[in-house]
């Protein structure tokens, strides 16, 4: 099976703009979820979709926000980006559709806001 | 606030020996427990997972956890100085969400 693929992989954007990152899950997961890494945070969790219902979602402001289509790809969207936006935002997905089961990464999207 | 700790390192340790891998949670709740390797400039790969108390074995990684303790560990048996990267423990609730502790760096030398 195909893994968990992100687009795009790199991004270079300017405080203020926004941001749309797309992700496509392992063929028949359908829980996706959504984390930002940094160096000083570690791996924070920012939002779970699961049959295109946030299921969760993390202490992240209002900036942030995603949608799960019907085909279960992913997408998130960053608005008024900071610098402290920067980061790897990783997606993930699951074939469990209960509880918190085993989680698979894609590659990520490493973002800079300049 | 649902807390998982691990030691950051660097953990160092010669080539062939056993790398031990440390991780207390706060959350009594948790239910699903994994382990994640993140080479440097990479995404974490899941290497282990576990959900009851006791030991599981999975070639040269066994993982152990102790919910009375709230701890969960990784062994590493023969390390090859491939096994250095950062290791990440993430613990799993009923809340979809996993949390994270901020990874032990293991370097093996050879």
């Known amino acids: 099976k195909a893994g968990v693929t992100q687009t795009p992989r790199y991004l270079i954007k300017t405080r203020g703009q926004q941001v749309t990152l797309s992700c496509s899950p392992i063929?028949?997961?359908?829980?996706v979820s959504w984390y930002q890494q940094t160096p000083g945070q570690g791996l924070q969790f920012l939002f779970e979709y699961f049959s295109e219902t946030q299921r969760n979602k993390g202490n992240f402001p209002g900036r942030f926000s995603g949608r799960q289509f019907s085909n279960s790809r992913s997408e998130m969207n960053v608005s008024t980006l900071e610098l402290g936006d920067s980061a790897l935002y990783l997606c993930?997905?699951?074939?469990?559709?209960?509880?918190?089961?085993?989680?698979?990464f894609g590659p990520g999207t490493r973002l800079t806001v300049t | 606030q649902k807390e998982v700790e691990q030691n950051s390192g660097p953990l160092s340790v010669p080539e062939g020996a056993i790398a031990s891998l440390n991780c207390t949670y706060s959350d009594r709740g948790s239910q699903s427990f994994f382990w994640y390797r993140q080479y440097s400039g990479k995404s974490p790969e899941l290497i282990m997972s576990?959900?009851?108390?006791g030991d599981k074995e999975d070639g040269r990684f066994t993982a152990q956890l102790n919910k009375a303790s709230q701890y969960v560990s990784l062994l590493i048996r023969d390390s090859q100085p491939s096994d250095s990267a950062t290791y990440l423990c993430?613990?799993?609730?009923?809340?979809?969400?996993?949390?994270f502790g901020k990874g032990t760096s293991l370097l093996v030398t050879p």
């Open positions: 993930a997905s699951s074939a469990t559709g209960t509880g918190s089961g085993e989680q698979y």
């Open positions: 993430a613990v799993g609730g009923s809340g979809y969400a996993l949390n």
């Open positions: 576990i959900y009851s108390n």
């Open positions: 063929s028949g997961h359908r829980s």
